[in-house]
């Protein structure tokens, strides 16, 4: 439980930094579409995000970062030795972003997809 709990806090500040600094801020949300997220669903899954709002991508890019920030926190603290925990984390870390922003590039391009046919 207190594992559960620790994730809900790191994730809850981690998404609040992001809500007030990325997707309120006009100028910065301007650019959600070149941040290394976008860039690595536009050349994985070719998605143009034409139709795609750039604050509700901006939302959805701030939910996946605090998702994978907070987990690779929480694995973090099982290990003991600092180094072991980013040897440990490092890994995780990468396959994490990758799987998740896979999952969104492929939402996108069925949303895309449909909006073809």
């Known amino acids: 439980m207190d594992i559960l709990i620790r994730w809900?806090?790191?994730f809850g500040l981690i998404f609040i930094f992001n809500l007030t600094f990325v997707v309120l801020n006009k100028k910065k949300r301007q650019k959600i579409f070149t941040t290394a997220g976008a860039v690595i669903i536009k050349k994985r899954y070719k998605v143009t995000f034409k139709d795609c709002s750039e604050k509700k991508f901006a939302l959805v890019e701030s939910l996946t970062n605090s998702f994978i920030c907070a987990t690779t926190y929480v694995i973090m603290t099982f290990f003991k030795n600092i180094y072991i925990s980013f040897l440990v984390a490092i890994?995780?870390?990468i396959i994490l972003i990758f799987?998740?922003?896979?999952?969104i590039g492929i939402y996108y391009k069925k949303k895309e997809g449909s909006k073809n046919v």
């Open 99 to 103: 799987l998740c922003y896979s999952l």
């Open 91 to 93: 890994p995780i870390l």
């Open 8 to 10: 809900g806090i790191v």
